[in-house]
């Protein structure tokens, strides 16, 4: 079960290293700088941003009503919320991109 689990964390950390790369790209590129990049910028982080707040209020409910969280565990999960946001807004570049 520990082997799954590393592989698992390794496979994540990968991944968000793939998503920043595939934003910095976009964003740093020739592409986000005409009418069509800035749309999909926009887009993606008009879905994105608002799901930051209703994360952490999230995290925050299960933290006061349900089960305190110790600091650790409370830095992990806030971790997770921060790199899967990141996932999530590189592959709404991505979608957008062949979308448009």
Known sequence: MSI?????????????FLA???VL????GEENKDERGKSISNKSY???FPL???????????????QPLQ????KLV????M?????LHATNISILKRKY
């Open 20 to 22: 920043i790369f595939i």
């Open 4 to 16: 799954l689990l590393t592989v698992f964390r390794i496979s994540y950390v990968l991944i968000f």
């Open 83 to 87: 790199t899967s946001l990141m996932i």
């Open 78 to 81: 806030i971790w997770f919320l």
């Open 52 to 66: 930051l707040p209703l994360g952490w209020f999230a995290i925050e409910l299960y933290d006061q009503f349900i």
């Open 71 to 74: 600091y650790d565990t409370y």
């Open 25 to 28: 790209k976009f964003e740093l």
């Open 46 to 48: 008009g879905f994105v």
